[in-house]
């Protein structure tokens, strides 16, 4: 089986203080700490896992910059056969839609059974991976939880669905998934694995090599701009607590005592 699965470099909100820029409308974006999207990982778990068990090969792509190849690597390290760098700066303020428009073009320069993306970019809004599907006219599922091969060119599948609940269902090959943490438990990734692969040469393609034009990629073609972006303010009555986690920990037990939590 040939597995895609979509990934994305985005701010590691464990390592930064997030802070709005100038405009209003976005992150403040320099000197972040990136990381690959948590979700992406669970995705490329399971596609590895998959292909354990059936055979076949899993590829790695991503939309970006040059740095971007960091992610790449860090998922082929994981055990990615390869990775592919979409980029051109045609492709820069793209919405969902050019993104899924981006990531088709390459998807029909290959010859996959399935198509895999995390549920949720951190910095987005899970919608790449229904729009691909819809672009591609292949079926899709979202917050899939478990994945069965079928032997008639089928996957079985649960999703998670509303109150907790789980919903079963067979689906057609090729397809496009969106996969939900917790799925599997990711492999761990060392820096002897990263290294190994760093000489490894990763393609990169652009617009024209993916058939694509200006009226369908980048901010001129985007049909949803971000004209906002605010952090909530603290609720009333919020306390952050700043000591060590040790302080923090016994600071917690004294206020949930003092509230009558402990008997």
């Not at 669970?42 to 899993?58: F, H, S």
């Not at 991503?62 to 990775?83: F, K, N, P």
């Not at 694509?212 to 971000?226: M, W």
């Amino acid at each position: 089986m040939e597995i895609l699965v979509c990934v994305k470099r985005v701010p590691d909100t464990s390592e930064n203080d997030i802070e709005l820029n100038s405009a209003g409308n976005d992150i403040e974006r320099d000197d972040l700490v990136y990381s690959i999207n948590e979700s992406d990982n669970y995705a490329v778990e399971e596609a590895l896992q998959i292909v354990a068990k059936v055979g076949g090969t899993v590829s790695v792509v991503t939309v970006g910059a040059e740095e971007d190849e960091e992610v790449l690597r860090r998922q082929m390290a994981m055990g990615a056969s390869h990775g592919i760098l979409l980029t051109d700066p045609q492709f820069e303020g793209s919405d969902g839609r050019g993104i899924a428009s981006i990531l088709k073009g390459w998807v029909q320069k290959g010859n996959y059974d399935l198509i895999l993306t995390g549920v949720q970019a951190e910095d987005g809004a899970a919608q790449v991976g229904g729009m691909l599907a819809a672009m591609l006219d292949y079926p899709f599922a979202s917050l899939v939880t478990s994945i069965e091969v079928l032997a008639n060119n089928k996957l079985k599948i649960a999703r998670e669905i509303e109150g907790g609940n789980r919903e079963v269902s067979e689906i057609d090959l090729p397809c496009v998934l969106s996969i939900q943490t917790g799925i599997n438990e990711p492999r761990y990734v060392g820096m002897k694995g990263i290294r190994a692969v760093q000489s490894i040469p990763i393609p990169t393609y652009g617009a024209s090599e993916l058939g694509l034009t200006p009226a369908q990629v980048g901010s001129a073609a985007a049909k949803v701009t971000r004209v906002d972006y605010f952090v909530p303010a603290l609720g009333k009555g919020a306390r952050m607590l700043s000591g060590t986690r040790e302080q923090n920990a016994q600071e917690v037990v004294e206020l949930v005592a003092a509230k009558g939590g402990l008997k």
